[in-house]
């Protein structure tokens, strides 16, 4: 009897959602360093539509537009950048809620992180830096084809030069498609 309650009690967690989003991610984007004190640090970040609505959640299957402020607090200029992403999935697992990895098998690892747009930010000198660009996530069509719309997602961004990190962020954010 006590086996079956146990088992009950496992299935019955297995098959529980999360509650509540992490960091607030049911209403906005969350960004937060991985390890504070790392020389870049965000300022301010927006993602909007084309017709320069706010709309949350991020639609995935829509060009976004990027404004990102960010400070490279180094005593150091770096010559190159490249951005290393990790996509986890916020979700239960037998009644536990907690961040899962999703393979990506490099399609998200050395990513140019100089040119945005009609802009090259590289080499990127000490100071505040202002990038508008354009985002069409296309090229990750078939990573972005698996990701469920009811969960959130979080990106692990590594940022590197000369192959060594720089800096680490992550952002969390609900998703739409369509």
Known sequence: MKVLLVFLMLAAGAFASCDKDPEGT?????????????????????????????????????TLNLLLNFTNTANQAFPDLTIDAG??????????????????????????????????????KVGITVVKDVIDLSQFKEIINILSASEPY????????????????????RIVKG
């Open 87 to 124: 996509i986890d999935r916020y979700t239960d697992i037998f009644g536990i809620c907690s961040w899962i990895g999703i393979p990506t098998f490099g399609l998200t690892s050395g990513l140019n992180a100089c040119s945005f747009g009609d802009t090259n930010i590289c080499p990127l």
């Open 26 to 62: 049911n209403e906005k984007l969350y960004v937060a360093s991985c390890k504070p004190g790392d020389p870049l640090v965000v300022n301010s970040i927006a993602i909007t539509n084309n017709d320069g609505s706010t709309d949350y959640p991020v639609n995935v299957d829509a």
């Open 154 to 173: 979080r990106l692990t961004l590594t940022f590197k030069s000369g192959g060594k990190e720089v800096s680490c962020y992550t952002v969390e954010a």
